[in-house]
């Protein structure tokens, strides 16, 4: 029997956090070694287990997984989230392509410069609410279905949920306009795999605090 997935990379959300939200709603129990120096990523490197010599790394099936999007498509596809057919992983890929232009609005935004944040919180508001939240809006009214492709759970809704969770934390009204939107959370919510991740104590990170930020600077030299 395989064990479990071991994810690895620094505290904080950055780009494992979908990956985390991923195998939770699939059902699956991972384990995380996190990434606390410089040294720790150079020893990773130093061991041949980074391909492209940086992280997200998933010790997966025997794999030693890196990429981000071939990470979440690999365990959206063995776990029955990622469509029946091509056509559903097409939609599949936009809507995620979509959220993730999002979220990497909101990732940056702790290690942007203090006077540029308030203009780029704003964009992200207007972004959200103009731009990406009335396509998934849209989708749901058109097809009158609970989810977004194929009327069954994929990687799209959890992605999606993911996205709408954040854009909340930078302002609690956004899906104000948005009513199946708002259906829409509280039903994806609601899924046992998703509610127990939302709870506290699970593996699902804060948003980042200046301490995780400055970490990140100097393990990563952004």
Known sequence: MAGKPKLHYSRGRGRMESIRWLLAAAGVEFEEEFIETKEDLEKLRNDGALLFQQVPMVEIDGMKMVQTRAILSYIAAKHNLYGKDLKE????????????????????????????KGKNLALIIERATARYFPVYEKALKDHGHDYLVGNKLSWADIHLLEAILMVEECKPDVLSAFPLLQAFKERISNIPTIKKFLQPGSQRNPPEDEECTENARKIFNI
Not at 97 to 105: H, K, N
């Open 89 to 116: 992983r097409a939609w599949i890929d936009m809507y995620v392509e979509g959220t993730t232009d999002l979220m990497w609005m909101i990732i940056y935004l702790p290690f942007q410069p203090a006077e540029a």
